[in-house]
């Protein structure tokens, strides 16, 4: 059976549907997310592609691409952050906020050589990236 989750911007102008289950979930501590987010980590759930759809308010939506990598929509009437393409990956990242129910569940700490907020919680912590999207594939000590 497949499950599809609901969630939506700050205000309600902008709703999303995810189907399925869910790629990955974990951290990320890079400065992006950090600088973007105005939090210390981002809290990510990564869906393939084609299990994402913005079925309410897309013209709401407005985007910024700082480097390629992270296309980033947010919704233009209360700033509420709603998800990220990957243009290189196969999957798009939902903010773990923006679909509540969702169980999150992380699996990995993404650039935590970056960190502000060491979280000692066993979970692997990657460099940067994952060496599958082009990243060093190490991983650092809590
Ligand atoms: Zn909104
Ligand atoms: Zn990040």
Known sequence: M????KGSCFC???????EGAPAEMGYCHCRSC?????????AFILYPKDKVRVTKGEDRLG???KNGFSDRRWCTGCGGHV???????PVTDVHAATVPSVPFRPAVHLNYAETVLPMKDGLPKMRDFP????GSGETVAE
């Open 131 to 134: 060496a599958e999207i082009g």
């Open 34 to 42: 950090r600088s973007w987010s105005g939090g210390p980590v981002a």
């Open 83 to 89: 998800l990220v393409y990957h243009p290189s990956l």
């Open 63 to 65: 985007g910024f691409n």
């Open 12 to 18: 309600g102008a902008v709703e999303i549907e995810v």
């Open 2 to 5: 497949t499950e599809t989750h």
